[in-house]
C-alpha cells in the first residue's frame, strides 16, 4: 500500500498594509499577475493620486491590492482591485473592498467594474451607471480635417492649469488639481480655445504598453476630435489607449477610423449616490485619465 501524503491546499494568513509602503515593483508584479499593462511608472502615478492597502501573505508578498482615490469629503473613486489568481475566488477580493470601504468611508464612491468584478460589486450594493469602451490599438494617421468654426489649436503650457482644472471640473463635477498638475507635466497635451478661452482639452502620457490619451475634456464631438487628433497624429503606428463612455456618434467614429478598436467594455458603477454631476450644457469628458482615476 504506497504511503499516505497529505496536502494542505488554498490555506493562506494575510495581513493588510498601508500601499504607500509597499514596493511598487511588487504592485507590478500583482498586475502583471492578472495581464493588466500597468508599468511600476504607472502604479507610482496612482499611489502619487491615491490611497489604499495591500494585502501581503506570511513572507511579505503583494498578493493582494485596492485603492481610493479621494476627489472630495463626499466622494471618491475606487481602483487597482486586484487578487492574485492562487488567492482568487476565496473571498479575498470581498475581504479587501470591505477593508476599504470602511477606511474610505463614509462617503459615495464611483467605480469601472470589469466583468471579474462585476458581481463582487453588486453583492456590495454597487450599481450600474454607464458603459465604459476601453478602446486601443496601433494609431492610424487621421485625415486632416478644418477646425472647428472659431477654435484655434496650441500644446498645453504648465501656465494653463488653472483653466485646464476649472474646465475638467465641470466635466468631471469635482475639481482634480493635483492630478491635472501631474498628468500636464507627464506628458504632451493640446488644447482648443476660441477668442482666447480655453474650451477643449486633452492629454497624453506613457501608460502600460504605449500611451494613453486623457483626461479629454470638450462641450462637442468636433471639439473633442480637434484636441485629440494631433495624440494620434504624434502616436501614428504605434499603440495609444483611449477609454471613453461615448458608445456612439463622431467621435466614437474618428476612434475607430484612428486604428482604436474597442479591446473590453466596463462597467461604471456607483455606491451611496450617483456620480458627482457634470455642469448641465457644460463639456463633457470624452476620454477617462484612467480606469481607476477616471
Ligand atoms: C475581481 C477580483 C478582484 C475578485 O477577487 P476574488 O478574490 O476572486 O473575490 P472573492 O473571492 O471575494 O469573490 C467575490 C465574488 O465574485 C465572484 N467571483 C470571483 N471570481 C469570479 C469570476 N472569475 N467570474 C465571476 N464571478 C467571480 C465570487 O464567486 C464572489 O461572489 P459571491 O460573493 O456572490 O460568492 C479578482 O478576480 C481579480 O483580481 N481579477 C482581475 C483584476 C480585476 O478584474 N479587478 C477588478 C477591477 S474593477
New binding site residues.
Partial sequence: MPPIRTLVLDSFLLRTVDIAGVDPKQLHALSVG?R?PHRVPDWRTLLAAGRGIAAVDEIGRAV?SAMWFPYSDGFATI?????SPR??????????MDEVLAAAGPRAFG???????H???Q?LGFVDEATLYQRQGRALPPEDAPLPPGATLRAAEPADLDALVRLDARAFGAPRPALLAHLLAAGAGTVLARAGRIEAYALRRPFGRGQVVGPLVAACDADAIAVGRPHVEAQAGRFLRLDTRQADGPFAAFLARSGLAVFDT?TTMSLGRSWPAPAPDGPVSYALAS?ALN
Avoid: C, D, K, P
Wanted: hydrophobic residues 50%; proline residues 0%.
Fill in positions: 492578472v493588466w493582494g481602483g487597482m482591485v486586484i487578487t488567492l482568487q475566488a476565496h473571498g479575498a477580493g470581498r475581504w479587501l467605480l469601472n467594474a470589469t466583468r471579474e468584478a458581481r463582487l460589486y453583492s466596463l480606469q
